[in-house]
């Protein structure tokens, strides 16, 4: 579909939209409780002061986050949605009194969701943004206890509400300014990055510019991978690795590694370039705080490699050379709970099943045939989407030690080879980032801003051939680099601060 086409379409639309949605107007927020929509219940509709938001969760630390006393004045709507039987979606939908962008930024969830993401939200209305948020059908985050014996429920957090709560915004948006976003956004990590490609994949026709970061896809595999670490450490409990020495075994990547781009920075800038041997660290004689034991040794040597098949077929990637600060997440003390839950209550529907007779090839196979339609994800055929304009920013931190960094690359090389690299070149992009743990922090450039990538791609067709980033520590900023496309990385021009973005060149290498 032509760009002219595409807007006339979205014109039709709104035309169409209007004629059966009130206009209640910039000055009449609480009016907006009379609005009527199909399955829906508004349930509030309240003027909100500037600064003056708090979260109805409990807040962090027991203060507020910072960023709610930003806020500028909204419209705060909340609405219940029920599109079947034993459905019920919460959503809220906050509209700006003024100063309004014209679009919709939509924000995903984490883990199980269970509430609505209001930190996330409170970025995208500060920004100018009307921003949509949904609990994804069910109230608290863990356990899973709304999986057993509610499959609509499970439908709802797998695809479905992100998709009603997108149609409900979308009318709320019109009912209150006169007019449906000019363009809708998406934007999510981990979870948040697997609604988003559920709404590239599913629902074309939902957003024009898609951020989604660390994407939880190929979910019973991801998921079965995280159960497998957890037992790769304990089915021999000698083979437990102590947190005391991550730092240890990091340091020896870093010794071994850290140079091979160029630069001494303490980040590893393509960690698939690095090849270090948990072996160098093998205890000479008795176990030691600075050496692993042969079973540690081989415990480190899977995480990096992966679960596998009995033919030797990977199954899910292995955590990436600089990750190793983090791998408490899925080799700490128990399973991560998200994929621990996922096997016991939705694939086996056994509240009884234990992670420890995990067989990796046997039961992935069965997620796949009990959950896999639902969760994963992976279908790579975005033509719907990239045939209206749509554009797909993906973002992955190297360092991720929940979410292995190559199931992104999978999913993203996927894409071209089922469309074509010259097919899809101007619509979807991969930015690997050095250093970045899960979705924020570790030791690289951890803080950018992909939704203003988005909008200049989406709105001004500028496709992004970097994005700046920086490393900020104790509220300062210490380090600049650039982002760059997959799988070009970051190269030093040869002089100059290592910590001047300037200084360096997207390249393939």
């Known amino acids: 579909m032509t760009r002219p086409t595409l807007l006339f379409t979205k014109l039709l639309f709104a035309l169409a939209v209007c004629a059966i949605v009130p206009v209640f107007g910039a000055s009449n927020c609480e009016r907006l409780t009379e609005l009527k929509l199909r399955n829906t219940t508004i349930t509030m509709a309240q003027t909100v002061a500037a600064g003056a938001f708090n979260s109805p969760l409990p807040p962090p630390k027991g203060k507020q986050p910072p960023s709610f006393r930003n806020v500028p004045a909204f419209c705060r709507v909340g609405a219940t949605l029920t599109p079947v039987g034993d459905s019920e979606i919460k959503i809220e939908v906050w509209l700006p009194e003024s100063g309004w962008n014209g679009n919709l930024q939509s924000v995903g969830n984490g883990a199980w969701a269970g509430t609505v993401s209001y930190p996330a939200m409170a970025t995208a209305l500060t920004a100018g943004y009307a921003t949509a948020s949904t609990d994804t059908g069910h109230t608290g985050g863990n356990p899973a206890t709304f999986v057993p014996g509610h499959p609509e429920k499970v439908i709802d957090f797998s695809y479905r509400a992100v998709h ?248 993203y090389n996927s894409v071209i080879e089922t469309l074509g690299k010259s097919a899809v070149s101007n619509s979807i992009r991969l930015f690997m980032v050095p250093g970045m743990g899960h979705c924020q922090g570790g030791d690289g450039t951890s803080t950018f801003n992909m939704m203003d990538a988005v909008s200049a791609w989406v709105e001004q067709r500028k496709a992004p051939d970097r994005i700046e980033a920086s490393r900020v520590r104790g509220g300062k900023t210490d380090r600049t680099r650039p982002l760059c496309p997959y799988p070009q990385v970051a190269v030093y021009k040869g002089s100059g601060s290592t910590d001047e973005s300037a200084n360096f060149s997207c390249k393939v290498q």
């Not at 989604?212 to 670490?229: K, N, Y």
């Not at 920075?265 to 692993?292: I, R």
Request: charged share 20%.
């Open 164 to 411: 009603e709560m997108t149609l409900a915004a979308k009318a709320i948006i019109n009912a209150r300014y006169g007019s449906n976003p000019k363009y809708s956004y998406w934007n999510g990590c981990s979870t948040g990055g697997r609604q988003a490609l559920v709404e590239a994949q599913r629902y074309a026709a939902d957003y024009d510019g898609i951020v989604a970061g660390a994407a939880a896809i190929d979910t019973t595999h991801l998921q079965g991978a995280q159960v497998w670490s957890a037992q790769v450490v304990h089915k021999d409990e000698a083979s437990y690795i102590p947190p005391a020495k991550y730092a240890v075994l990091h340091a020896a990547v870093l010794e071994a590694c850290d140079e091979l781009d160029g630069v001494k920075d303490g980040v590893l800038e393509n960690p698939t370039k690095c090849h270090f041997d948990p072996q160098k660290l093998l205890c000479k004689d008795a176990d030691a705080p600075s050496c692993l034991t042969a079973t540690q040794v081989e415990a480190a040597r899977q995480l990096y490699a992966g679960p596998r098949d009995s033919r030797g077929k990977s199954l899910f990637p292995g955590l990436e050379r600089g990750s190793e600060t983090g791998w408490a997440t899925l080799s700490g003390t128990k399973p991560m709970a998200l994929a621990d839950e996922t096997y016991k209550f939705l694939v086996f529907k056994d509240a009884n099943w234990n992670y420890l007779n995990f067989n990796a090839e046997r039961d992935i196979a069965t997620g796949d045939k009990m959950a896999g339609a639902l969760m994963n994800a992976i279908d790579p055929n975005l033509k719907p989407l990239f045939s209206r304009g749509g554009k797909v920013l993906m973002y992955h931190g190297w360092a991720d030690p929940g979410i292995a960094p190559h199931n992104s690359i999978n999913y």
